[in-house]
């Protein structure tokens, strides 16, 4: 399980070093797409997988459908995790998230979320339910 926020930084070569409490997870075969908001999912391969048989059980007949799952897979990507620990993401990747130096990691269950520091903080100071407002909402 992936749980916690990490201080990380990105080298000149787009490298970022996997938390060490992350490692035991996240260690090999991994797929870094684009998040929802602008940050970066990491998922293990058996995680992605499990995604995208769900969505290849929506129907493709629905543009909403169709535009979801285009934006999501093309903006997807293989990586390893090499022996320091760090994977190594796309321009592309970087410039979606509008990552530079300084990042955060968080943990997401079964996902990791790779922020900009600067959109992580304003994503925080943003209009967003407190977790009093959010916890009426979900079911536990």
């Given at each position: 399980?992936?749980?916690?926020?990490?201080?990380?930084?990105?080298?000149?070569?787009?490298?970022?070093?996997?938390?060490?409490?992350?490692?035991?997870?996240?260690?090999?075969?991994?797929?870094?797409?684009?998040?929802?908001?602008?940050?970066?999912?990491?998922?293990?391969?058996?995680?992605?997988?499990?995604?995208?048989?769900?969505?290849?059980?929506?129907?493709?007949?629905?543009?909403?459908?169709?535009?979801?799952?285009?934006?999501?897979?093309?903006?997807?990507?293989?990586?390893?995790?090499?022996?320091?620990?760090?994977?190594?993401?796309?321009?592309?990747?970087?410039?979606?998230?509008g990552l530079e130096k300084d990042c955060i990691i968080l943990g997401n269950y079964s996902r990791a979320e790779i922020w900009s520091e600067k959109a992580y903080e304003e994503y925080l100071n943003g209009d967003i339910p407190t977790m009093s407002e959010l916890s009426?909402?979900?079911?536990?």
């Amino acid at each position: 399980m992936l749980v916690g926020e990490y201080n990380c930084t990105m080298d000149n070569s787009r490298r970022v070093s996997i938390p060490a409490s992350f490692k035991k997870v996240l260690n090999s075969d991994l797929i870094v797409s684009k998040g929802i908001e602008k940050c970066l999912y990491v998922f293990r391969r058996e995680d992605w997988e499990v995604i995208a048989q769900k969505l290849t059980q929506q129907p493709f007949t629905k543009a909403s459908t169709r535009q979801f799952v285009r934006a999501f897979t093309s903006g997807s990507y293989e990586v390893e995790v090499d022996v320091k620990g760090r994977i190594c993401l796309t321009q592309k990747l970087v410039e979606y998230a509008g990552l530079e130096k300084d990042c955060i990691i968080l943990g997401n269950y079964s996902r990791a979320e790779i922020w900009s520091e600067k959109a992580y903080e304003e994503y925080l100071n943003g209009d967003i339910p407190t977790m009093s407002e959010l916890s009426e909402l979900v079911e536990i």
